[in-house]
């Protein structure tokens, strides 16, 4: 059974600065890569950072720079610091192990003032 749990959102001024954490359950978290999307209201779901179990970090351009991926094995769970915040990061983020994925968490949202 897949289990997502994202958390860390909210309501913050352009330039500032939120961590995300998104609690995984045992079986996709220890044998996957994780990462990171996010999904603005009116557009698709979109890749915003993966990294690998051995750490490995990749991001999307717009992100790149400003935002981190972490991975914590021990405790099931998957970070994403983000600095410098700008308002088209405004969208509702969630965590997997893949675009595809059938099952979902609640996601957390995040909104950018400017």
């Known amino acids: 059974q897949v289990q997502l749990v994202e958390s860390g959102g909210g309501l913050v001024e352009t330039g500032g600065s939120l961590r995300l954490s998104c609690v995984a359950s045992e079986n996709i978290f220890r044998t996957n890569a994780m990462a990171w999307y996010r999904q603005a209201p009116g557009k698709q779901r979109v890749w915003v950072a993966s990294i690998t179990i051995n750490d490995l970090t990749n991001y999307d351009a717009s992100v790149k720079g400003r935002f981190t991926i972490s991975r914590d094995n021990h405790k099931n769970t998957l970070y994403l610091q983000m600095d410098s915040l700008k308002p088209e990061d405004t969208a509702r983020y969630y965590c997997?192990?893949?675009?595809?994925?059938?099952?979902w968490g609640q996601g957390t949202q995040v909104t950018v003032s400017s």
């Open positions: 997997n192990y893949r675009l595809d994925a059938t099952s």
